[in-house]
């Protein structure tokens, strides 16, 4: 089993739509919680990041993270089709710079 | 402000053959980090240099190496290339030793024949 698990997709929505993004994982020592947009032929972009559990709101952005289920989140309200990508959770513990990705979710908004 | 340079952007090489792809963090960062990437396997850590040290090392064999330079300039590199070498290989840079800002660069494709 991996350590951070992200469903694949792909997800399809309409513009306009709120999208929402998920993973689950399982080592209760993860301390930060970031997500990252990927477009295709680019590196990883950080979006987001929030330290244990709580919300975090950037714009049409929102990051929630629940540490005792183990589960994050990511809102993306009024979905543009420039948000078109593949979105990355990654986690890491405290004091430690290696990042733990999930699989990413391959999202396209259409017009 | 620049950010994170890898080069070169491709590279073809036949397996056996070794390749040390490059990468040079935004200025002030002290930490890189390499990762690989596949549609398999997904984003993979590879290793961290901070300082010119090595401090974390993921779960790859002793073919990836890498080193870092005293202008935090980084490269790695792969020996005796195998077909399943063939990733994105991402490079990350942060400021602290710590931060949780990691900004990646646009990755080097590597495809081993």
């Known amino acids: 089993q991996k350590e951070v698990e992200q469903d694949p997709g792909p997800l399809s929505v309409p513009e306009g739509a709120i999208v929402s993004l998920n993973c689950t994982y399982s080592?209760?020592?993860?301390?930060?919680f970031m997500w990252y947009r990927q477009y295709s032929r680019k590196g990883p972009e950080l979006l987001m990041y929030?330290?244990?559990?709580g919300n975090k709101e950037d714009g049409r952005f929102t990051a929630q993270v629940d540490k005792s289920s183990k589960y994050i989140s990511l809102f993306i309200r009024d979905s543009q089709p420039s948000d078109s990508a593949t979105y990355l959770c990654?986690?890491?513990?405290?004091?430690?710079?290696?990042?733990?990705f999930g699989q990413g979710t391959r999202l396209t908004i259409n017009p | 402000k620049a950010g994170v340079t890898q080069t070169p952007r491709y590279l073809i090489k036949t397996r056996g053959q070794q390749v040390t792809l490059s990468c040079s963090p935004i200025?002030?960062?002290?930490?890189v980090s390499w990762y690989q990437q596949t549609p398999g396997q997904g984003l993979q850590f590879l290793f961290e240099?901070?300082?010119?040290?090595?401090?974390n090392k993921g779960n790859f064999p002793g073919r990836f190496s890498g080193r870092q330079f005293s202008n935090s300039r980084s490269e790695m590199n792969v020996s005796t290339l195998e077909l399943g070498d063939s990733a994105l290989y991402l490079c990350a840079s942060s400021s602290q030793g710590s931060s949780t800002e990691a900004f990646f660069g646009q990755g080097t494709r590597l495809t081993v024949v």
């Open positions: 240099y901070f300082s010119e040290t090595q401090r």
């Open positions: 200025s002030g960062h002290r930490s």
């Open positions: 990654a986690m890491k513990i405290a004091g430690a710079q290696k990042l733990v």
């Open positions: 080592n209760s020592a993860f301390q930060y």
């Open positions: 929030t330290y244990s559990s």
